[in-house]
């Protein structure tokens, strides 16, 4: 079993006007143009590739979780030493995550919104909230007009479909631009009184 | 009942996303992360909005090739160095609108309007190439054809499509390297050699045709496509005129000085002189992406019969051999497949494609005017430059990722690598090309490189490429940088060696050049 399972991503590309496999990604390499890697993202199969342990519990937002630590146990250059994730007990969706580079500080942190979705009442993203302590950037990700259960054909997951460049819907209701610093949402902010709480130290990298 | 959901769901569950990544450094703002876009926010926007079932998209693009010689390579056959008194090869000016509207979920019009001026022929007026002639060809697109570059019909309905217009279709998997099973299409060849992917989109010809396509999921054989093409418009490809520099009249000029050209005459508009392709092709379980094809087309440049000799204009020292350009028939089978594959810890992306014509003409030194013929003043019967012969050309490519020694971050370095291979089919030691014997097989490989920075804002590239006739072709070290979200800057150098009777040598110092490309989106 190899360290990355290739996993087929087809993409149209309208210079060469061909539908061509993505190469697999890089599971630390970022996703488009923010500071979340694809591993964040979708890439990580956290019930094989890391073992998992309770630290505490935490309440956040009026919420109260778990807080996780996983270590990845395939890839021993894995690009995180541990990730610590904040998971509501109620429905079990991770509000926040806190990253620790290989030298074991802190580098990242993450808030993660969730909306519960009428009808279906299936919980989904609505935002990540990040910042990379090391870098001071920000990555504001948003969801939104989710849709769920619809019936489809294989084909528009065909090859076909991507060369027809066709927008599947179109989007309604998105958020409005960011016009300002203020506009953002409040950066996501590491939650001291928990290491302190658990008589954890911890380092956070930074300029 | 409350369920969670990533992106990694295999259901039909999709929300839409907006990225902003923001570059807070101490907290001041680097750049300006909310650009405006006058064309978008001021004309494409209110148009959109008008009509929802529009979408526009447009683009700007200046790119400018600055020659890095002023004294090219001796040509083909000896004679002096060429005089090169310019300093840009082209400094092209292109507009560019993709429009889609939605007539309905069936049916939807999709095209493309581009312009092009080349601003050089006004800039360096005098240097070499830019005269008149290919002025007159070059400097700008002043025909409808030309402009109006892609317009066209989809109708959609379940598992078909039917599309018709004016379009274009590229087949394959083979890119950097040539041209494989993608044969439908002529090219614009103003620059013969600069014929790199990224620009392909741009000098290719499309052309009126109808497809038709049936999709048929969950057979044995996979998920198989079915594609007919039918092309009633014969589109050649287009040289430029002598004296332009990348001119096959002027690189070759001590061949084509003995040419005397009779007119061309297109193939006519009836139906058996129309324009077919099949493609099958099918995603099978276990991963691999296959595909049969079959083309009945018109080669896309004329092929240069020899009619006779006037040998009192060899006397003369004037041209002496008498061709006749004339479009002929091609029929090609092919093969492509790609798989992703796990090995030696690493992921491979391989490809492989195969195209193999039928009867192509090959030029062959028996049927050329030979000292005989000469002295007879006469070209013997039967003699016209051509021998018909089986030709299969192949491809395979492997690429992957990496990271250098020493180097930090992820390993997403890119490195590809193509080798092809041409092979001629009764080949007897004498299938000629401008003078030169050609070898039964010739082999071309590329290794490219490519690494992107700054979360993608940056991308570097390099590609190497070598032909076993003893000729390089390097295509880097390459940059582009998105300055903005609707502005990037490319610059890259380009540069050939080698033997000048091969492929690329003969573009040694003549064609050395730095590319700068600026584009914006709107």
């Not at chain 2, 080798?419 to 097989?441: I, M, R, S």
Request: proline letters at 5%; hydrophobic letters at 35%.
């Amino acid at each position: 079993m190899g360290v990355q399972k290739a996993r087929w991503t087809w993409s149209w590309s309208n210079k060469l006007r061909r539908v061509r496999v993505k190469n697999p990604q890089i599971k630390d390499d970022n996703y488009s143009i923010c500071d979340i890697t694809w591993d964040d993202l979708e890439e990580r199969e956290p019930w094989w590739e890391e073992i998992h342990k309770i630290l505490g519990v935490d309440t956040i937002k009026g919420e109260r979780c778990f807080v996780v630590e996983s270590h990845n146990i395939v890839d021993p250059k894995y690009y995180l030493s541990k990730r610590v994730t904040w998971v509501e007990d109620k429905d079990f969706r991770s509000v926040h995550e806190e990253q620790f580079n290989r030298q074991g500080r802190l580098f990242k942190v993450y808030d993660i919104d969730w909306v519960q979705v009428k009808p279906w009442n299936y919980w989904a993203w609505s935002q990540w909230n990040a910042k990379t302590l090391s870098t001071n950037v920000r990555t504001i990700y948003q969801w939104y007009d989710w849709i769920f259960d619809q019936d489809y054909s294989k084909r528009w997951f065909s090859q076909g479909q991507l060369r027809k460049e066709f927008i599947w819907r179109k989007a309604k209701n998105p958020p409005p631009y960011f016009k300002k610093k203020e506009d953002l949402p409040p950066e996501p902010q590491i939650r001291w009184e928990f290491w302190e709480n658990v008589n954890t130290k911890i380092t956070a990298a930074g300029k | 009942m409350d369920r969670r959901y990533s992106l990694s769901e295999r259901t039909i569950e999709i929300g839409f996303v907006v990225i902003v990544s923001l570059f807070f450094f101490r907290g001041s703002a680097l750049a300006d992360p909310f650009p405006m876009n006058p064309p978008r926010d001021l004309i494409i926007e209110p148009l959109t909005q008008t009509f929802p079932n529009l979408e526009l998209r447009g683009y700007l693009i200046n790119e400018s090739d600055i020659l890095l010689h002023n004294t090219g390579d001796a040509p083909l056959g000896g004679g002096r160095h060429l005089h090169i008194k310019q300093n840009f090869q082209r400094i092209e000016w292109l507009g560019e609108l993709r429009y889609k509207y939605y007539f309905s979920p069936t049916l939807t019009l999709i095209g493309q309007l581009d312009y092009l001026y080349d601003s050089s022929f006004d800039w360096q007026r005098g240097a070499l190439g830019k005269g008149e002639g290919t002025e007159r060809e070059l400097e700008y697109f002043h025909s409808f054809r030309r402009w109006f570059r892609e317009g066209y019909f989809l109708w959609s309905k379940g598992d078909w499509e039917f599309r018709i217009g004016k379009q274009q279709i590229v087949w394959g998997k083979a890119t950097d390297i040539g041209h494989f099973v993608d044969q439908l299409h002529g090219y614009d060849f103003r620059e013969l050699h600069d014929t790199a992917v990224d620009d392909t989109e741009l000098t290719r010809r499309t052309a009126w045709m109808a497809d038709i396509s049936y999709y048929l999921a969950d057979t044995f054989l996979g998920d198989v496509e079915f594609e007919l093409i039918w092309m009633p418009d014969y589109e050649e490809s287009l040289y430029a005129p002598a004296p332009y520099l990348q001119s096959p009249a002027f690189i070759f000029r001590n061949s084509y000085k003995n040419l005397r050209f009779f007119k061309t005459d297109k193939p006519s508009a009836s139906f058996k002189n129309h324009e077919w392709g099949a493609r099958v092709s099918t995603f099978t379980e276990g991963g691999w992406d296959l595909g049969l094809y079959f083309l009945y087309i018109w080669e896309k440049t004329p092929y240069n019969f020899i009619k006779g000799i006037d040998t009192a204009a060899l006397g003369r020292g004037e041209p002496w051999i008498i061709i006749e350009p004339k479009p002929v028939r091609m029929t090609m089978l092919g093969a492509t497949g790609e798989k992703i594959t796990h090995m030696l810890g690493k992921d491979w992306t391989l490809r492989g494609e195969l195209a193999y014509f039928l009867n192509r003409y090959r030029s062959t030194r028996t049927e050329q005017p030979s000292a005989r013929d000469i002295a007879a003043g006469f070209l013997a019967p039967g003699k016209d430059g051509y021998t018909k012969r089986n030709e299969m050309r192949w491809a395979l490519n492997a690429e992957t990722t990496f990271k250098p020694p020493l180097v930090k971050g992820p390993a997403d370095w890119l490195i590809t690598t193509w080798v092809a291979v041409y092979n001629y089919f009764g080949y007897d030691n004498d299938q000629t090309e401008l003078g030169k014997t050609l070898d039964k097989w010739q082999t071309y490989g590329i290794v490219s490189i490519s690494k992107s920075f700054w979360n993608d804002r940056a991308t570097f590239s390099c590609a190497v490429g070598y032909n076993d006739g003893g000729s390089w072709r390097f295509a880097g070290p390459k940059m582009n940088y998105e300055i903005t979200n609707t502005f990037n800057v490319d610059i890259g150098y380009t540069g050939y060696a080698g033997n000048n009777d091969d492929v690329w040598g003969w573009g040694d110092r003549n064609f050395d050049e730095i590319q700068l490309e600026f584009t914006y989106t709107f």
